[in-house]
């Protein structure tokens, strides 16, 4: 709510990745909230969380969707990242407002439509065989067309993003070096831009990697409720722990250091034929 209130009241939310960051902060908002609410399920009525209800598919599915909303705007802003920095030499191509706006719409649609598949029939709810262990009545199936994909979007498109940034960084670096121009702006900004990835990175790793392997597992798990009862359900807790970790972290993150990295990438300069030009990225 913090990111989102003070987004909203600087000038700065017009720019195409500050619309992308408030998004993301709403989406963070939105997983946050969604996990409260199957909190107060549990506490209320643990069974129903253990054994599956009708009452646990809108929480779930909020709690889909949600995530799956913070996934797609990381990537999207890793993305914009790359766009921005890559394109910056090509007038013809700017990630413009319109650009992120449409990115946002279409997010939340996809996330919307995959989320609430179970609320549309796919769940297990009259089905005994390919039930959900860890997320009753989700059905194995759905998890796994879930998670897949979305996970290795998660991992890897933000780490090819990043590195390619790093990659041009050092390109340009190395061309104004030859030219006998100061690369100290550019060094400063490659170490930024590699630190920033990394802390990305990982925090994405640390979060999904344990949900992940939960739904590994109940993919490959024969036995049932009562026999896995309380170790499993245990380790359920801890990854829903580690997924509002990364609502947390995501604002220290893409916001704290926002300033910081706006302003190393700002004050970059381009080399443009024989002259040095300034570059807005």
Known sequence: CIVIFTRMATKDLHKPISIL???????????????????MLFITNPDITIFGSKDMLAPYALYTTSILSTIYNLVSIGIERYLAVAE??????????????????????????????????????????NLSVLYSPFCVDYLIFIAIPNVVAAFFIPL?????????????????????????????????VARTSIFIWLLALISYAPFFAGVIFDATNHQCHTDLYPGVYIFRNCTAMLITINCLGNPI???????????KLKALKCLSANRVRACTI
Not at 99 to 128: K, Q, T
Not at 172 to 180: D, E, P, S, T, V
Not at 253 to 263: H, Q, R, S
């Open 160 to 192: 090819f993003t990043y590195l390619r940034i790093i990659i041009i960084l050092r390109k340009r670096k190395l061309r104004m070096k030859a030219c006998g121009q100061a690369t100290g702006t550019y060094k400063s900004a490659e170490i930024q």
């Open 253 to 263: 993150i893409y916001t704290l250091k926002a300033k910081t990295l706006g302003a």
């Open 21 to 39: 960051f408030c998004n993301l902060a709403f989406s963070d908002l939105f997983t946050s909230f969604s996990g409260f609410w199957i909190s």
């Open 88 to 129: 910056s030499m090509r007038t013809r191509f700017r990630v413009a407002r319109n650009h992120s706006v449409a990115v946002v719409v279409i997010n939340w649609v996809l996330a919307f439509f995959l989320g609430c598949l179970p609320l549309m029939g796919w769940n297990c709810l009259r089905m005994e065989k």
